[in-house]
């Protein structure tokens, strides 16, 4: 069983940046970030495997740039050129090789973007 554990996140103005980071508990193929609105489902930001292909969302390309550091079993999500739209609960997400879904999750952290 792997646990993540996220930080980072909070409240930033329309065009700035936050950088959220997850740190899991062992070594695990894929990492990334889900987030989530109100009413709304769970859905994909960015992800990046162990060995660094990534996959962004249409919505945050150009803008988020996900990153992963292996030794520390850490994945990042720098997030620039924030709009208020990039609002939401975001979640750590991490699956091992041969699943096509998350299969550990983080406890979620709120991003709000406001002026």
């Known amino acids: 069983q792997v646990q993540l554990v996220e930080s980072g996140g909070g409240l930033a103005q329309p065009g700035g940046s936050l950088r959220l980071s997850c740190a899991a508990s062992?070594?695990?193929?894929?990492m990334g970030w889900y987030r989530q609105t109100p009413g709304k489902e769970r859905v994909l930001v960015a992800t990046?495997?162990?060995?660094?292909?990534?996959n962004y969302a249409d919505s945050v390309k150009g803008r988020f740039t996900i990153s992963r550091d292996n030794a520390k079993n850490t994945v990042y999500l720098q997030m620039n050129s924030l709009k208020p739209e990039d609002t939401a609960v975001y979640y750590c997400?991490?699956?091992?090789?041969?699943?096509?879904?998350?299969?550990?999750w983080g406890q979620g952290t709120q991003v709000t973007v406001s002026s």
């Open positions: 997400s991490a699956r091992d090789g041969g699943r096509s879904y998350p299969n550990y």
């Open positions: 062992g070594r695990i193929y894929s």
């Open positions: 990046i495997t162990s060995g660094g292909s990534s």
